[in-house]
């Protein structure tokens, strides 16, 4: 059986071997061995570089959102939230590099790779820092920066199980410079944005800091790697 199914592999190369140069049929026998130009398993469901998606807290069944209210205490920034609501248009975030030129657009984001995530509509990526949040008391998460641009504090690692940012998957992020764990613990916010939740940083991993991708739209892994645009 297992020459039987090896002759039907070769079938189609042989058959073209007498339309193509030599070289030639060599390399879509190679091509058609390796699986080369073809994503990986393991690649095909990820998350990648230059995706926009909405993020779930799977605890809290809310979205992470921003928008331009700023906090009336602690850093003064544009506030994160989260948001029960699947259709608000501020609850997209684009997921970027640490650098620009570090995530190219279309790579499978990695388990334990640095990102920023900058928010949509306002251009302000997802920042953290030793403020208070205003009703957990925990560390104020919000939003920073100009046309994608801020500063070392937007910085955070994915940390998931297996090789790949799996859409499927429920991750956290751990933010670089103070080691906490983006969370929603379930406060709910007054006027103005009353019913948001607050969003904070924690230094516990438990089940209150786990995202999954939503909805949104996601750049598929390019075959190759070498014409990718830079974000």
Not at 97 to 111: E, F, I, L, M, N
Request: hydrophobic share 30%.
């Amino acid at each position: 059986m297992r020459r039987e199914g090896a002759e039907e592999a070769w079938a189609l190369p042989r058959r073209l071997a007498s339309l193509l140069p030599r070289p030639r049929f060599l390399l879509l026998a190679l091509v058609l061995a390796c699986g080369c130009g073809r994503a990986k398993a393991g690649e095909a469901g990820a998350v990648t570089c230059g995706s926009v998606l909405k993020l779930l807290n799977t605890r809290h069944n809310v979205r992470l959102h921003s928008h331009e209210v700023k906090y009336g205490s602690g850093s003064g920034q544009q506030s994160v939230t989260g948001v029960e609501a699947s259709d608000d248009a501020n609850s997209y975030w684009r997921i970027r590099g640490k650098t620009d030129g570090s995530c190219q657009r279309g790579t499978p984001v990695k388990c334990g790779q640095t990102v920023r995530l900058t928010h949509v509509n306002t251009g302000k990526n997802l920042h953290t820092h030793h403020f208070p949040s205003p009703l957990s008391n925990n560390q104020e998460v919000s939003a920073f920066g100009d046309d994608g641009e801020g500063d070392d504090l937007d910085v955070w690692t994915v940390q998931c199980s297996g090789m790949y940012w799996d859409r499927d998957d429920a991750v956290r992020f751990k933010h670089i410079g103070t080691d906490v764990f983006l969370s929603v613990t379930g406060e709910q916010y007054g006027h103005p944005i009353r019913g948001q939740r607050e969003v904070h940083g924690m230094h516990s991993p438990n089940h209150h800091n786990y995202w999954k991708a939503m909805e949104g739209v996601f750049i598929k892994p390019s075959l190759d790697s070498t014409k990718h645009d830079e974000l």
